[in-house]
Nanobody, 116 residues
């Protein structure tokens, strides 16, 4: 059973920044492609950023240039640096495997609220 523990969310004003972390309890973490997903109220969960085992990254158009995904294999942790936050970034953020059809059970997520 893989555990995913997301943290780092909070309330931030538009234009602000947050850094999310996700600890993964998987011994072969360094070989796994990971992603950050988000789900806003009333919307489907969407993938916003992904990083391969070789650290290639990909981003949804809505966050490109503002979000940066990274990983620390020694700590089994994946990060999401979010800058220039907008109200439409408000959502619960989750980490998990990619592609989306290969996900483990979801963690509790971390709430990000962008509001003045």
């Amino acid at each position: 059973q893989v555990q995913l523990v997301e943290s780092g969310g909070g309330l931030v004003q538009p234009g602000g920044s947050l850094r999310l972390s996700c600890a993964v309890s998987k011994s072969i973490f360094s070989f796994i492609n990971m992603g950050w997903y988000r789900q806003a109220p009333g919307k489907q969960r969407e993938l916003v950023a992904s990083i391969t085992s070789s650290r290639s990254t990909n981003y949804a158009d809505s966050v490109k240039g503002r979000f940066t995904i990274s990983r620390d294999n020694a700590k089994n942790t994946v990060y999401l640096q979010m800058n220039s936050l907008k109200p439409e970034d408000t959502a619960v953020y989750y980490c998990n495997r990619v592609p989306s059809g290969s996900t483990w059970d979801w963690g509790q997520g971390t709430q990000v609220t962008v509001s003045s």
